[in-house]
């Protein structure tokens, strides 16, 4: 979502392990700061599967005005997801509509 690399990326699910029909591989994975992985984790960003465009929830941009870090965070984000090289490590559009399916009360405002 951010770029940085450097070893300062965490692996993190997008349809939940623990979810029913869940698995535990590259498609259902993204590498994310810690930052941003916290925000995913917590659905304060998210990733519409039609085009990866990355969207904060509102809670977030209501804070922007007033807020230097949480402008550095917005603002050092990508529009998208950045692709891998490796097809085969790419996100599925598919695990993050499994995710908005299993978390539907924490996702209403992506979807609106």
Known sequence: MCGLGVGLVQGAHIHPVSAPGSHDEPSNGLALCANH???FDRHLVGVRPDNSEVVFHGRILEQLPGSPAIRALVN???DQLVAPADRGARPSAEMFEKRYQFFADQYDWLTR
């Open 37 to 39: 992985h916290l925000a």
């Open 76 to 78: 050092g984000t990508f």
